[in-house]
């Protein structure tokens, strides 16, 4: 097992263009019932302008990744093992200055929930500011104009009324677009929206996921966008990392994971999903079984427990072995290339109808 | 001149099944707001549901959709008569329970169960399972053939869950599992009706599909009436065979699935269904219009007059403001889909010439791209 | 704001005269008659009759009742002499008037609580929040575990450990007690030293605890990650984000010890043989001395009713959530 996970290491992506290249990260949290492996074995990279989607579940990873980007973890709980490089510069073995010098400003993070990711203490506007005055050496004048510039930007009314306002006195969709506006203060190179639209109403979420990508043509920033919603997904990323229980299980553009499927993780998870064109008949087929704990994970391929074709794979592959993702376009899964596409034509695809 | 376009409103037409289970006519909830000084007052109302007309047949799915502060919850919990309405009747198998004592309601109580949406708070963790699903049968004395043990495991097993869990308590269970066990717990008691509040909302993907199977089976095998509020949309078009769209207190259009979701007159139903992200290829999301609105949805405290969605609304005149639009049948719907609309949109949902962007932020940014472009 | 605290108040005076009223009826309904105790053993039916009339006792109740209302606004005339506003009435066991002898008291209990106060909130907080800043660390571990220790022991236990030891066995202080600050500043610091350090030591671990889980939970929210996805430091992030919200469960308590410790720190004024407003309390509960008991609990429900207030202000001030709904 651990040398094939070596062959992913050697094998993964290695474009020296990327701006932010993740290899073969590992974070671990000790708990009081003992170590959760929340992420294993990770690689990604991220190219400047392009917006990678991550998909996955609840304990599937996607969000301990990203603050381990930011690097937020507390040390004393999380065991961090890896590499991030950002830019050329490495993540995970950098000082707490450094990382606060590049957080909220070369990187930022727009989180979920608007109400609680923003201070009710203090008004929006200072928010705002603190990352401009912090980062750029700022007056509190020109931190305010900024603010106000940015809040028009995002379609907040009367900015210059609503500076002074409280997060409490905002709308759940305004408080999201203050949120954004504070993660552009510095013109970040890279962008982290961790389910952003989640707690959002679809209208809403509709105008914000317009906003993000309109923003992000004149920005130009590289975006991470973590989310569970394989509809927003699609609307939102050029690239998509499809992720289970702490692995990466799928990689490839939007398109041809959400078209040309080769992973049984995502096909399950796109025949669980009826959709708005979806043939009224076609029954819902779910993936049966529910996540694995994270604190004893299955050996092998993490999800064969939940796998309908695990018996198509010979010997005890699926459970003994883990299957390697390998470059570019890729699944993590043993069973072979045309087996995948086989079982994509005969069975898969008529339940996507 | 949408006047003449209007035709009344059927009475007992195909599209209102004439063998009804629930009838809710003007039903109204209002939540007052106290304050004042020196001596605190009524000084306003929460209109959440205010005044909405709505059926269910016997064994019928209907789906009830909108964005949160729409009133959908309330008007679930008015009908379980967990709230008490403000105004108006609801009308269970010909017989009135508005406002119908404890004692009055008891036989129609077993037959209408609500699933909650967390499955977390909802089971009370000190109760092992066998006992949570058993109380509703000892709360209303219904002792079935067998005992209600046996009873109990045989719903654990119709609703796919092992019966020797009987004694197992809440928290040993994953989210869908416990939402299974409600749903055990409803079915407790063989209703004829279920109203199901975002019961798949607070799931994983994977398990939505698990409990929204469970429930579909439940309906066609049991021949349960289910009222199915949920704010995914794609949800409720798999599961219900008639679709209500509330705004702000209000039914704003309601029909046969195929009409909500494939010739939807109302501005709102545009907006609603053209925000949905869906999977889809580049080339088939061009087909579909595109219409974002800006802002959020007004407050329930001070709804604008007149047509609530107005203030919202692309199409908006003088009279949407003076006139409140009421719930017809327009010309061209087909029967049983009804719209609250003066200037309703055409039937269709493909995409159209331009699209309608209300949003400031958006409207500067594609403005100011499209010369570049 | 200002209607909040006009609201506030005008409530507290209604409490203050309900408080007054149900203590009044309660003594008097009490199956004990204060006339019968004063008289004594060998008491004749005209004794008894005289003790009754000096003391009000012979009036009709709404009458008593009424006489001791008016008074606290109008002042009284006892035989005895004239009582001014605010009047609590004239105490049946030592025929001082209540008030004074609570403004007597007073300033023994004010000092206790004031000198607490300051150690507990500046040591017991402080201890709380370096513990907090340094989650798992040495110093953390050693916070958290005195505390543990110190906040299981009493008063009447530690009181007089210490006083064994600081006073009876080495004779390093002389035996507390109270000196007007006015005057002999030193003799008023050095007769409260020991009582208010044992008392405040219990509370300082109290607080040293509420304040490091308090903080730990306000660096757990998720606006404090935020702050920190900005890129503010540590140490900002503790003291501007996370502290702001600790404050809040920190007014509460500090305001509900305050109000009780001034309305009497019974066990520690006890211990330490200290003449307080807690004393006095216990002793006009003892000797059925309706007056002063009564004063005496009106005393402490005013304090318990003005910090309520204040504590609510302090909401306010904290959290605009309050203060802007």
Redesign the interface.
Known sequence: MTTLTKTEDASAPTGPESFLSVRDLKVQFSTEDGIVKAVDGLSFDVERGKTLGIVGESGSGKSVTNLTILGLHNPRTSTIDGEIVLDGKELVTAGERELERLRGNKMAMIFQDPLTALSPFYTVGRQLSEPFMKHRGASRKEARDRAIQMLEKVGIPQPKVRFDDYPHQFSGGMRQRAMIAMALMCDPELLIADEPTTALDVTVQAQILDLLKDLQQEFGSAIIFITHDLGVISHMADDLLVMYAGRAVERGTVREVLHEPKHPYTWGLLSSMPRLDSDLDQHLTPIPGSPPSLLNPPAGCRFHPRCAFKEEVQGNLCSEVRPPLGDGRAAACHLTAEQKQTIFIDKIQPRLR | MSDNLTLPAPQGTSGTPADALLEVKGLTKHFPIYGG??IKRRVGAVQAVDGIDLTVGVGESVGLVG??GCGKSTTGRLITRLLEPTAGSITYAGQDITHASRRQIAPVRSEIQMIFQDPYSSLNPRQTVGSIIKSPMEVNGIEPEGGREKKVRELLELVGLNPEHYNRFPHEF????RQRIGVARALALNPKLIVADEPVSAL???????V??LLQEVQRELGIAFLFIA?D???V??FSQRVAVMYLGKVVEVGD?ESI?NRPRHPYTH????????????S??ADRERI??????PSPIHPPSGCRFRTRCWKAQDKCATEEPPLVQLSGNGDGHLTACHFPEDPTTGSRGDDIVM????M???EG?TPEA | MLQFIIRRTVGAVVTLFLIGAVTFFLFVAAPSDYASLACGKDCSPQRLEDIRQALGLNLPITQQFWDFMSGIFVGRDFPTGHCTAPCLGQSFYSGEMVWSTIMDRFPTTLTLTAGGAVVFLVVGVGAGMIAAYRRGSVVDKVATSASMVLSSFQIYLLGPIVLWIFVYSTGWMENPGYVPITQDPWGWFVGMLLPTLVMATIFTAQYTRMARSSMIEQLAEEHVRTARAKGMSRKYVFFRYAWRGALIPIVTVLGIDLSSMLGGAVVTELTFSLQGIGRLAVDGAIHKDLPMTMGVMLFGAFFILIFNILTDIAYAWIDPRVRLS
């Open positions: 000084f020196p964005e949160s994953s989210g869908g599992q994983d993907v994977s398990i939505q599909a698990q929204v199977n704010h949309l794609a949800v078009r798999h699935r979701y907006a609603l269904l053209s925000a949905v992200p869906e999977v889809g290829v580049d088939e999301a974002r609105l800006s802002g959020d949805v949003d400031p932020a958006l500067a940014m594609e791209d």
